[in-house]
């Protein structure tokens, strides 16, 4: 079986000539950061963390700017600090940054005005522009793939070491954003609270590192088989393989085909690994692909996405998670409630309402709580700029504003407004204390469902 969604090179010499260059490039991540990751989603699958996983739907080579990323990182922390606030659990920030460039589809190409191109495939393969040029599937994007991921992990650790992420300075993360929207006249109230806290600390003599500077992850979805091979080194102290394009790396919902290349190569990799589960998942598959990806079952290792949609979520998780924790493993559960609640508007719009999306979260908290499992982070496509790509939320906005800022080349994300809101619905769940911290795995009681 040919590995799914793969580009289709013309020339054949030239990808070879890529992946030869690849293969010597240095590391995006280091191998200790992924072990790293790994200890803290064990810790998260315990119920002693949250995982905030967030980004653009398909990042872009004309993205790659400061103002660009630090907006994405700003509203990436403002989150966090709101969940933080709430949970009072360390929140795990994992961008889905530095490496989301290429994008499974639905159909190979795209027809406008009676001419049929390839479809865009994310910039590693293909650029956006409809002529023949831009849609040829072209190896050389794999470089510029990882030239734009290492500026993007290098402006991300620098700022968020550098002082950017400084808590006593989150009050100016949101600082150039429409004040007016109730919802930043929330996170405003929040911060000034929060550094009232830290200001007494600070002069109580308790001053911690961890209050100047955040650990941050990187991820993306592991799908030009390609690339991730080439990026893909054994580490010298384990003598074991890491991809090194990213910290956390996803199979989706399209290749996690259980005798497909994707769950076969990634099964040899030591990062800890996520697989998306769609609506038609069944408690077999989930599980299957479970003991494919983690024999071993290693604390940490397996985080299970689910996106089946705000309208199956309560029906299809149960038996999911009843079947996966019987069987006496402790994955970390998240929640994308995304990608099952897209449609397209009667204008040809691709949109999410912002009301599906709190209402999969919700779902999400609901099923968990049933089960008396922990539902350990969301998974979130966001931009940290005023786009109008997904409809409702606290903008109230309609379908006819999609026009107005709609820049995704994929699909639609939350803008900086609605992420701060969802972020306070996430922290309402969390903070209800409704949900008990997981009960030691041994502890699962199998239900019927
Ligand atoms: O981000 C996910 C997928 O790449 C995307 O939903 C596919 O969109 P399509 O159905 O328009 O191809
Ligand atoms: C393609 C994606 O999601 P899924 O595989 O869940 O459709 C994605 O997260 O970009």
Not at 1 to 28: F, G, H, K
Not at 185 to 214: K, N, P
Not at 218 to 240: G, K, N, P, Q, V
Not at 331 to 339: E, K, N, R
Request: hydrophobic fraction near 35%; proline fraction near 5%; charge should be negative.
């Amino acid at each position: 079986m040919n590995p799914a969604q793969q580009p289709s090179y013309e020339d054949q010499a030239e990808l070879a000539d890529v992946i030869a260059q690849l293969r010597t490039r240095p590391p995006l991540v280091f191998a200790g950061e992924c072990d790293d990751l790994r200890d803290k989603l064990a810790a998260v699958a315990r119920g002693e963390g949250f995982v905030l996983q967030g980004g653009d739907c398909a990042e872009t080579f004309a993205g790659v700017t400061a103002a660009n990323i630090q907006n994405k990182l700003r509203t990436l922390l403002s989150m966090a600090v709101v969940m933080t606030y709430a949970a009072q659990v360390p929140i795990v920030k994992i961008g889905r940054i530095a490496g989301q460039y290429a994008k499974p589809r639905s159909k190979d190409t795209e027809t406008r005005a009676g001419v049929t191109l390839p479809a865009y495939r994310g910039d590693a393969v293909n650029g956006y522009d409809f002529t023949p040029e831009s849609r040829r599937h072209d190896p050389r994007r794999l470089l510029e793939t990882y030239n734009s991921s290492s500026a993007t992990m290098n402006l991300a650790r620098a700022l968020l070491t550098g002082g950017f992420a400084d808590l006593r300075t989150a009050h100016s993360w949101n600082a150039d954003f429409v004040r007016s929207a109730p919802v930043n006249e929330r996170y405003t109230a929040l911060v000034q609270e929060i550094e009232r806290a830290l200001a007494f600390m600070v002069s109580c003599g308790m001053d911690d590192e961890a209050m100047h500077t955040v650990e941050f992850f990187s991820s993306h979805e592991a799908l030009l088989l390609d690339y991730e091979h080439a990026m893909t080194r054994i580490d010298s102290r384990t003598r074991t393989p890491y991809d090194v394009s990213g910290h956390f790396i996803w199979i989706g919902e399209r290749t996690r085909q259980l005798d497909g290349a994707h769950v076969e190569f990634l099964r040899h990799l030591r990062n800890p690994i996520g697989i998306k589960l769609g609506p038609s998942t069944t408690a077999q598959d989930a599980l299957a692909l479970a003991d494919k990806i983690d024999p071993d079952r290693e604390p940490g290792r397996l985080t299970l996405i689910t996106r089946m949609g705000a309208g199956k979520i309560r029906t299809v998780l149960p038996s999911v998670i009843d079947e996966v924790m019987a069987s006496g493993r402790l994955p970390v559960w998240m929640c994308d409630p995304m990608h099952g609640n897209t449609f397209t508007t009667d204008n040809g719009v691709k949109t999410r309402a912002f009301s599906d999306v709190a209402d999969e979260v919700d779902g999400f908290f609901e099923v968990h709580e049933q089960c008396g499992t922990w539902p350990g982070g969301i998974h979130i496509e966001l931009t940290g700029d005023d786009v109008t790509e997904c409809v409702g939320g606290v903008g109230e906005l309609g379908e006819e504003d999609l026009g107005e800022r709609y820049e995704t080349l994929c699909d639609p994300r939350l803008n900086r407004n609605q992420s701060l809101e969802l972020a306070f619905t996430v922290a309402h769940r969390l903070n209800e204390g409704r949900i008990k911290r997981a009960n030691p795995v041994q502890e699962y009681t199998p239900k019927t469902f």
